[in-house]
């Protein structure tokens, strides 16, 4: 008979440290919704003009980028100039990822356990496990890029700490519709903790040793709804009608499914 072992490492993992009771832990139950009105951009701080949307003409942000990525930065930006950002997430079911989740529209649930919080937005699909039962990310042989990456911490009183790593980078998520990427080497270390006028804020320092100079400091605010507000999913997919050629251009259909636009790709078409 075949025997099976299971590797050291999962049974470590199993071997909880002892984790916050759940009586101590904070309340984050409800529903909760992006508190600044930044237009969707990532890290308001830095934002000009200051009333700036991202995705628009003349909007960008100053985080400390390497020379190589700033160059990549206004590449991008001259394509949002054109209406061609390249937003991955305009092709329906594809994850925002961390930590572009924090700074999407719609709303979000926080789900506290002692062993594991998750985050979960109506703009999806989109979930964040941070898992604080004593266990490390997965050692470097076992990890592989996904669009949340792996997020470990603990619990500092009221305050939950982590970090997140193995993220895919810029090859399929960027932070918001400004084109701003980071690579699949940066790491998020997060503090999130209610503040004394009831938002929940999550404090972010990101590094990244091909995309940043140094680490970037990111604050996101979120508030609570009133008692009775609900969060619905909704399949972004039902609108997946309009597609999207290979340099970025969204096309318009008519009710038959034709292509209605004038000029695609930079050239013009006969519609009749």
């Known amino acids: 008979m075949q025997m099976r072992f299971t590797p050291v490492y999962l049974l470590l993992a199993f ?3 002892t984790p916050a009771e759940a009586a101590e832990l904070p309340d984050w139950s409800g529903v909760w919704q992006r508190f600044e009105g930044n237009g969707g951009i990532f890290d308001p701080s ?5 009333d700036g949307r991202a995705g628009s003409f003349g909007v960008r942000q100053f985080p400390p980028l390497t020379d190589a990525w700033e160059a990549k930065y206004v590449a991008t930006l001259e394509l949002v100039a054109k209406d061609r950002v390249p937003d991955p997430i305009s092709i329906c079911g594809t994850p925002a990822g961390y930590p572009r989740m924090l700074a999407l529209p719609d709303v979000y649930e926080f789900i506290v356990r002692p062993e594991t919080t998750w985050i979960i937005t109506e703009n999806g699909p989109n979930i964040l496990r941070i898992y604080t039962d004593g266990s490390e990310h997965p050692p470097e042989e076992e990890r592989w890029p996904t669009y949340t990456g792996s997020s470990v911490g603990q ?3 009221q305050v939950l700490e982590f970090t997140t790593i193995s993220m895919i980078g810029e090859k399929q998520t960027i932070l918001d519709r400004s084109g701003l990427t980071l690579s699949d080497q ?10 004394d006028d009831g938002l929940l804020r999550a404090e972010l320092i990101i590094e990244d040793p091909l995309a940043l100079r ?9 508030r609570r709804l009133p008692p009775g507000t ?4 909704y399949a972004c997919a039902e609108n997946n009608r309009n597609p999207i050629t290979s340099s970025g251009q969204t096309l318009t ?12 790709d930079g ?5 009749e």
Not at 186 to 195: H, N, Q, W, Y
Not at 214 to 222: A, D, G, I, L, Q
Not at 267 to 271: L, S
């Open 267 to 271: 050239e013009v078409i006969n519609n």
């Open 46 to 50: 830095t934002v000009e003009p200051r």
């Open 186 to 195: 940066a790491s998020v270390a997060t503090r999130m903790f209610l503040t």
């Open 230 to 233: 609900r969060a619905y999913d």
């Open 253 to 264: 259909l008519d009710t038959e499914g034709k292509v209605i636009d004038r000029v695609v």
């Open 15 to 17: 071997q909880w440290a």
């Open 155 to 157: 619990w500092d009183g």
């Open 214 to 222: 140094k680490p970037w400091h990111v604050t996101r605010n979120f």
